[in-house]
C-alpha cells in the first residue's frame, strides 16, 4: 500500500485566491482527518470523517474552509478566499476505526500564502 | 477541551546518551499515542499507552503511562543520529473515535 497520499506537496499562492487540498486514505480505512501544523499552534485538528461523514467540523477556523469526502478514497479541503494566516503544513490522516488503532498520516501539503 | 504539554520543548544529546521526554494531561487519558516527525514529513506511528502503569518498548525507544493516566514518557536508550526529530505526543480524549489532542512536540537533535 502507498500509503495516504496528499497533494500537492507544495501549494504557494496569492492571498484571495482558492485553493484545495487532497487526499487519498489507505485503502479500507474508514477514518479520515484534516490536520493543520503551525511553529505557533502546533497540530490542530480541523475536521474528521468517519464512513465519509463528516462528524466534528468545530477545529475549522472559519466559513472560508470547507471539507468534503465523496467517497471512500478521496477528500479535499478547500479554503476560499485563502488569506497569508493559512499558511501552514496541512496534514491528511486515516485510520480504522477512528484513534483506537493506529492512524497513517501523509506527508503533507505546504501552504504559502503571499 | 483537554490540554498536552510536552517538555522539554528542544533537547540537544550526545550520541549515545540516554534521554526522556514527557508529556503531561490536563485531564485524564484515555489513550495516549507517540509520534515522530522529520522536517518537512508526515508523522511515523511509534506506540499507543492505554492502560495504567502500561510500559511498551520498540527497539531502542520505551514508552511509558503512569497509573493515573495523566501523564507519559519516552525514553530513548544510547541514542543515535536516526532519533533526531520532533516527537509529539497525542491524547484520545475517550470517544476512540474523535480526532486526538497533539503536543506542541519535543525538537530531538543528536549531535554526533
Known amino acids: 500500500d502507498a500509503g495516504v497520499i496528499q497533494s500537492p506537496r507544495h501549494e504557494v499562492t496569492e492571498m484571495g485566491q482558492e485553493v484545495t487540498l487532497r487526499c487519498k486514505p489507505i485503502?479500507?480505512?474508514?477514518?479520515l482527518f484534516w490536520y493543520r501544523q503551525t511553529m505557533m499552534r502546533g497540530l490542530e485538528l480541523l475536521i474528521y470523517?468517519?464512513?465519509?461523514?463528516?462528524?466534528?467540523d468545530s477545529g475549522m477556523p472559519e466559513d472560508r474552509f470547507s471539507a468534503k469526502m465523496p467517497n471512500a478514497s478521496f477528500s479535499t479541503l478547500k479554503i476560499q478566499p485563502s488569506e497569508p494566516r493559512d499558511s501552514a503544513v496541512y496534514f491528511c490522516?486515516?485510520?480504522?476505526?477512528?484513534?483506537?488503532?493506529?492512524?497513517?498520516f501523509g506527508q503533507g501539503t505546504r501552504l504559502t500564502v503571499v | 477541551s483537554q490540554e498536552l504539554e510536552q517538555s522539554p520543548q528542544s533537547l540537544i544529546v550526545q550520541e549515545g546518551k540516554n534521554l526522556t521526554i514527557n508529556c503531561t494531561s490536563s485531564?485524564?487519558?484515555?489513550?495516549l499515542y507517540w509520534y515522530k516527525q522529520k522536517y518537512g514529513e508526515g508523522l511515523i506511528f511509534l506506540m499507543m499507552?492505554?492502560?495504567?502503569?502500561e510500559e511498551k518498548s520498540h527497539e531502542k525507544i520505551t514508552a511509558k503511562l503512569d497509573e493515573k493516566k495523566q501523564q507519559s514518557s519516552l525514553h530513548i536508550t544510547a541514542s543515535q543520529p536516526s532519533h533526531a526529530g520532533i516527537y509529539l505526543c497525542?491524547?484520545?480524549?475517550?470517544?476512540?473515535?474523535?480526532?486526538?489532542?497533539f503536543g506542541k512536540g519535543t525538537h530531538l537533535i543528536i549531535q554526533p
Open positions: 485531564k485524564t487519558l484515555y489513550g
Open positions: 497525542g491524547a484520545d480524549s475517550g470517544g476512540g473515535a474523535d480526532g486526538l489532542t
Open positions: 470523517f468517519n464512513n465519509n461523514v463528516p462528524i466534528d
Open positions: 499507552l492505554q492502560k495504567g502503569g
Open positions: 490522516a486515516s485510520s480504522t476505526r477512528g484513534w483506537s488503532t493506529e492512524a497513517f
Open positions: 485503502s479500507g480505512h474508514n477514518s
